[in-house]
């Protein structure tokens, strides 16, 4: 027969196995992330909850199109979500709020035309380690086009966001554009 001091500890250590096991996910493969503000609209919706993969980035490069978040290069506290547009060595242009990768109009299909704003700017390389990211709300949107350095080092990308997972009504996987 066990006693009361045992069955107590196996349950302090079920609970101490189980909070790494929790932290050690969240640090190193997900975590989630309260959408705040509409510059992703109309892809994403203000306190949408979104599942961001940190291992997205462990055995491959950030593409134009995916969703990320990561801290930007403000003093802020707050992390931001936005769209890559251009990686490290793709020069980015806009006129009329057209964006232009290396001379190529690109195809928007997330970004309604009458959200556009008439923002003019570039030609900008993107260094090497560095992406060039917007809002899909273009006039809501403090994005590269206003940071300081324009530019986000890919140490600053916590990961790339996967799913929308609350509201359940709205739940739904994300894809690259």
């Known amino acids: 027969m066990r006693s009361g ?4 500890w196996d349950t302090v250590r079920a609970v101490a196995v189980a909070v790494v096991l929790a932290l050690l996910v969240r640090h190193f493969i997900v975590e989630t992330y309260k959408v705040n503000g509409e510059s992703m609209q109309p892809t994403l919706q203000n306190s949408e909850r979104l599942l ?17 978040v990561f801290h930007p290069p403000l003093p802020v506290a707050e992390d931001y979500v936005k769209r890559i547009i251009a990686i490290g060595g793709q020069t980015i242009a806009m006129q009329d709020g057209q964006v232009y990768i290396d ?16 923002f003019n ?8 380690g560095d992406v060039w990211v917007m809002g899909d709300h ?21 990961g790339e966001a996967v ?10 996987a994300l894809h690259a554009s």
């Open 5 to 8: 001091w045992n069955e107590l």
């Open 138 to 158: 273009r006039a809501a949107s403090e994005d590269s086009r206003f940071f300081p350095s324009h530019f986000v080092p890919l140490s600053s990308i916590h």
């Open 103 to 118: 001379g190529h109009l690109q195809a928007e299909p997330y970004l309604p035309a009458s959200w556009r704003d008439h």
């Open 52 to 68: 961001v993969s940190k291992f997205a980035y462990r055995f491959g490069m950030p593409r134009p199109g995916q969703i990320i």
């Open 163 to 172: 799913l929308v997972w609350w509201p359940l009504p709205e739940f739904r």
């Open 121 to 128: 700017m570039g030609p900008i390389t993107v260094p090497q």
